[in-house]
């Protein structure tokens, strides 16, 4: 994956081209999915709370974000660290979408899609415990 594409975070296209892609169905692509899950330790898996993860082809910008946005992935919801007891009272579940055109569209094997699959997995389960995309940067999650 190229450096100036941060897993996970709003990202613009260069437009430079330079890769072409690759090409995975989408049960291939959700299967690397299910393996990116299974590599999170039993532990921490266990804590996590309510939340539900998504296949979706695209992300599709929200009124008032530019149209060019690129996203490989999107948390969604109350990480643990903010939840208080009012929280479990009727809350929807968070939600992980992990957008598939984009992560095919920046990784030119197999292997790397696995691997930035994996990257993309784990970048939105930290935002679900409350860990920001500057840690994420501290910890060389990017």
């Known amino acids: 994956m190229p450096a100036n594409l941060p897993p996970g975070l709003p990202i613009v296209p260069d437009g430079s081209g330079d ?4 090409a995975m169905s989408e049960n291939d692509f959700e299967a690397a999915v299910s393996d990116a899950l299974d590599l999170i330790p039993p532990d921490i898996a266990r804590t996590m709370d309510n939340v539900a993860v998504f296949i979706e082809d695209d992300y599709t910008p929200r009124p008032g974000e530019d149209s060019d946005t690129v996203l490989l992935g999107l948390y969604e919801g109350v990480p643990l660290t903010e939840r208080d007891s009012w ?5 929807l579940p968070d939600r992980i979408t ?8 920046i990784c030119s094997s197999r292997e790397e899609v696995v691997e930035e699959v994996a990257v ?3 970048h ?3 935002h679900h415990f409350g860990i920001d995309d500057d840690r994420l940067h501290e910890l060389g999650w990017d």
Not at 19 to 22: I, L, R
Not at 87 to 91: C, K, P, R, T, V
Request: glycine letters at 8%; zero cysteines.
């Open 19 to 22: 890769s072409p892609g690759f």
């Open 87 to 91: 929280w479990d009272a009727g809350s």
């Open 98 to 105: 992990i957008y598939r055109q984009p992560i095919l569209d």
């Open 120 to 122: 993309t997995v784990v």
């Open 124 to 126: 939105e389960i930290a």
